[in-house]
Structure formats: C-alpha cells, structure tokens
C-alpha cells in the first residue's frame, strides 16, 4: 500500500508570494496527479507526470522518481488561487494524500 | 464536449434509508471510478468501472455497490445509509489508453453531496 504525505497541511500567504507544496510517496510509481479541489467540491486535474517537470501558466510541478518525491509551486500567487491542492499516486486505485489548505491574502 | 455530469448535487437522508447516484462520463470514456470524501477520511477510492465490468474495490462495506451501463453512465447504491455515510460523493471518467485508468488523467465531476439525518 503506498502511503502518501503532503506539506504543510495548511499555508497562508500574501498575494504575489511564491508557494511551494510537497509530497513524498512510499512505494515506487510511474507518474503522480495533482488536483485542486475549491470550495463547493470541484476537482480539478491540474497535472499528471512521470519525469521532470511541466509547467501551465503559473503552476509547475516537478517530481523526482528516485527521491518518491513531488513538489508543486504557484508563482505570483493570487487569492484565486485558494483551493485544496491534493497530490495522488496511481496503482490499481489512486491514493491521496491528506491535501494542502492555501489561503492567498490580498 | 461536456464535463462529468453527476445528479443529483444535493440529497438528505435519514438513517437506514438507500440511496442511487449517477455518473454520466465524458463521452467516449469507459472508464468511470467512485470516490468517497470526507473530511476524517479524506478521499478514498470507492469503485471502477469499465466496459460495464467492476475493475478494482476499495475496501468499502457491500451497502456500497455500483453498476455501469453499455452507454458508459454509473450508479452508485448506499443500502441502509448510516450517519457516517453523509460525505462528498465524486465520480471521474478515464480515457483508457493503456493498462491501469489510474495511469491516464481523470476527469472529476462536481460531485453529490449526500448527508444522512
């Protein structure tokens, strides 16, 4: 069973600020999913990826096979960008991590 | 193309109640996965479908059943709802291109938010 971990749980920060956000995983995977989840309910895919990193708009993600380790980063932050941000790993159902809380203040 | 479409977005239950959701996926997508999202659990895998077959389970008691039709639509069954089945309910539709729905990206819909009295 793969466990997965996301950093910090909650983050605060001001309008413009650069965010980062982790998450480790235990067992050996091919790609990894981050989603966003707004207030409501809505999910979102914001990336699936195997190796290295890709980038939309302000958001990139990276992630290194090796370490079992993703990070995602929002540049120039802005207060639409307050969601739930989840990282998930594929197997034969996907598993979650506990989500990442971000408030962007203006 | 249209989203996920899931019906319906609201419903209350009382205790001991069932309850059928539905999932209507992308058109073209086979695959149709159930998640369960509560706030002490966080999301959990519920169900898969494909090809009108149950692919893979997760470890859900067998109130929790679900079925999809040869036009790739879900439903999901809650049979006897207890106070702790009152939760989120997503689905998300899967392109399948190769091996395992959880290797392609799915596609959420905006979910059934269920809560049982």
């Known amino acids: 069973k793969n466990e997965v971990e996301q950093s910090p749980q909650n983050l605060t920060a001001q309008e413009g600020e650069f965010i980062t956000i982790n998450c480790s995983y235990s067992v050996g995977i091919s790609a990894l999913h981050w989603l966003q989840q707004h207030p409501g309910g809505g999910i979102v895919s914001l990336f699936m990826?195997?190796?290295g990193k890709k980038k939309h708009g302000r958001l990139i993600a990276t992630i290194n096979i090796q370490e079992k380790h993703s990070s995602l980063h929002i540049t120039a932050s802005h207060p639409r960008d307050s969601a739930v941000y989840i990282c998930?790993?594929?197997?034969?159902?996907?598993?979650f991590g506990t989500g990442t809380r971000l408030t962007i203040i203006p | 193309k249209a989203g996920v479409t899931q019906t319906p977005r609201y419903l209350i239950k009382t205790r001991g109640q069932q309850v059928t959701l539905s999932c209507s996926p992308i058109?073209?997508?086979?695959?149709v996965s159930w998640y369960q999202q509560t706030p002490g659990q966080g999301l959990q895998f519920l169900f898969e479908?494909?090809?009108?077959?149950?692919?893979n389970k997760g470890n859900f008691p067998g109130r929790f059943s679900g079925r999809q039709f040869s036009n790739s639509r879900s439903e999901m069954n809650v049979s006897t709802l207890e106070l702790g089945d009152s939760a989120l309910y997503l689905c998300a539709s899967s392109l399948i291109l190769a091996g395992e729905s959880t290797h392609n990206e799915q596609f959420f819909g905006p979910g059934t938010r269920l809560t049982v009295l």
């Open positions: 479908y494909f090809s009108e077959t149950q692919r």
């Open positions: 990826l195997s190796s």
């Open positions: 998930a790993v594929p197997g034969e159902k996907l598993t």
């Open positions: 058109s073209g997508h086979r695959s």
